[in-house]
């Protein structure tokens, strides 16, 4: 009988050691090299910050409590009981005075400066020449890590998203917002502002009144139309809840990004507002994702031949399906996402910058007087805008063009580097928060005369090439630039001039007294009050 030697270490248990024993290294030699390479670009980071001027800085906190705004009015340091107050009641600073706070600080400083939000470092941009590099830039066209607040809402859609799928995606939807729908959905736009105009002439006997609540009515029926492709009934007392919402979660995305003490999920949900995020959007995705089912199911009867067209597939819920259930080019939860964006990014913009409007043609009668006549003169006879006729809308096209540039929707757009990239004023590392202070350069003097003053004719064409493009820059631009300009122009026009025709409108609210915030867009605190004199 043989006997066989059994090993002392069986040979299976070396082989996994050995093998261990690479990972082991591998590893070791990873997070070495990833550590190494961290420090690297965090040194780098801190000695670019150091080689900027801007305001004194805290331990951890950098400058970030200098938007923790005191209750009781502007304070620029916050006290230790306030810090105390944060960590019970997150969302117990108000956010309304944020706006002055951070346009205060832009204005103190030099026209490049740095700025800490606890531990990210955020340079500021002012100067246009740095706009036109950054904006142009692939190593900028990342959304700053702030734009993750917008997430529960809009997923990685086309506001929020970077990178490939948020480019591919972006090309897609770019035609189908540019193309033949324009006219299917200018019929759209005079319908709901004819409504709208009737609804505000009834309010004539109760004097001054706020126009935005009728605005956003009226552009929520015009976006549920040419958006989801859905008739809106918003103006008739419909979609209450989605209107609310809607405008509760823009309200929380704004107050978010600028506190972050609420940026961590596991903070921001056991607040009151974290609780209110997930109600609204519980319904608001509801709507969305039904107007999805709705329109596949349409899709697919049509394919089959059980239905025919009642009109062209040009709404763009109705394109893009078209286009995903033949390319597979998104799924069901990005198409959610992206057409929520496009909404979003249609509807608050339009209802906003139409109210401005209306409140600047309202304190300034002559300029109103002269759009008045523009309107009746191209329009004739007709009852409503049609495409020839807005090209010739030219001096209405100045006045929106004016409250753009006092009003930018987006005053702040950031954005984080991939690379290192030479700007006239400085040298940005990777990994960096770039503010452009658009907001802070429409008002500049060093461009504009009197930059207070609302004069539509700053863009006569002669006097708009004296000016850096990048002067102006109401839609951004390059290659994160508005998808919607053209469908923005062509709305406005539509409602300002269905309005102004026949309304005369009177405010008794000055300059001076209009007082901004931010909410996902820049809005007037006091309201947009105004009467309508027959
Ligand atoms: C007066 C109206 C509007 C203004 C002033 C405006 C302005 C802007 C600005 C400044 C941006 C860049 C934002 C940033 O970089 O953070 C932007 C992006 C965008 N806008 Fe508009 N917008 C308007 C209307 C519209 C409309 C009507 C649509 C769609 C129908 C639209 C769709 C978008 C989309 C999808 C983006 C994201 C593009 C990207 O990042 O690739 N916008 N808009």
């Avoid at 009934?233 to 309200?251: L, M, N, P, T």
């Avoid at 350069?441 to 004069?455: A, L, M, Q, S, V």
Wanted: glycine share 6%.
């Amino acid at each position: 009988m043989s006997l066989t030697r059994v090993p002392l270490i069986p040979e299976d248990f070396l082989s996994v050691s050995v093998l261990a024993l690479i990972a082991g290294a591998l590893a070791a030699v990873y997070l070495w090299t990833s550590t190494r390479s961290y420090f690297r670009r965090r040194y780098a980071l801190v000695k670019f910050a150091r080689s900027l001027p801007g305001p004194p800085t805290l331990p951890l906190l950098g400058n970030a409590l200098e938007f923790a705004v005191n209750p009781e009015g502007k304070s620029s340091r916050v006290p230790l009981k306030n810090i105390i107050i944060i960590y019970y009641n997150p969302s117990f600073f108000p956010h309304e005075e944020t706006f002055d706070r951070v346009i205060d600080i832009i204005k103190n400083n030099e026209k490049t400066f740095r700025f800490w939000l606890g531990p990210q470092l955020v340079v500021v941009l002012t100067d246009p020449r740095d706009y036109e590099i950054i904006l142009g830039s692939p190593k900028a066209s990342y959304k700053d890590p702030i734009y993750r607040m917008m997430e529960p809402a809009v997923g990685q859609g086309l506001v929020s998203g970077s990178g490939p799928r948020q480019r591919t995606h972006r090309k897609i939807v770019m035609p189908m917002l540019n193309g033949r729908a324009l006219t299917t959905y200018l019929k759209c736009f005079n319908i709901h502002s004819h409504y709208c105009r009737k609804l505000m002439e009834d309010t004539i006997q109760h004097g001054e009144f706020d126009v935005l609540p009728f605005l956003t009515n009226c552009t929520t029926d015009m976006m549920l139309e040419t958006i989801f492709g859905i008739s809106g009934a918003a103006q008739r007392g419909g979609y209450k809840r989605f209107v609310h919402y809607s405008d509760r979660i823009y309200e929380f995305i704004h107050l978010r990004m600028f506190k972050i003490w609420l940026h961590p999920d596991f903070i921001f949900e056991r607040t009151e507002m974290g609780e209110e995020q997930r109600t609204g959007l519980k319904i608001i995705h509801g709507i969305v994702d039904q107007a999805i089912a709705r329109k596949k199911r349409e899709h697919v009867a049509l394919a089959r031949g059980a239905i025919t067209e009642e009109r062209p597939r040009v709404m763009l819920l109705e394109q893009m399906i078209d286009h995903m259930m033949k390319n597979q080019s998104m799924d069901d939860l990005e198409l959610r996402y992206q057409i929520y964006t496009v909404y979003i990014a249609a509807q608050d913009t339009i209802a906003v910058i139409s109210s401005f409007t209306l409140l600047m043609l309202a304190m300034h009668p002559g300029i109103q007087e002269k759009v008045r006549e523009e309107v009746v003169e191209v329009l004739g006879g007709s009852e409503d805008v049609e495409e020839v006729h807005l090209s010739d809308f030219k001096y209405l096209e100045r006045v929106i063009r004016e409250t753009l540039r006092l009003f930018p929707i987006a005053p702040l757009m950031v954005r984080r580097t991939t690379g290192v990239i030479e700007l006239e004023s400085c040298t940005i590392p990777e990994n960096c928060s770039v503010v452009i202070a658009a907001f802070r350069t429409h008002r500049n003097e060093e461009y504009w005369d009197h930059p207070e003053e609302f004069n539509p004719d700053r863009f006569l064409p002669e006097n708009c090439n004296k000016r850096h493009p990048f002067s102006y820059i109401p839609f951004s631009g390059g290659l994160r630039g508005c998808v919607g300009q053209k469908f923005a122009i062509i709305c406005l026009k539509t409602i300002i001039a269905n309005l102004v025709r026949s309304c005369r409108f009177e405010t008794s609210v000055k300059m001076e007294e209009i007082k901004l915030k931010m909410d996902i867009s820049i809005r007037s605190r006091c309201g947009y009050r105004m009467k309508i004199i027959k």
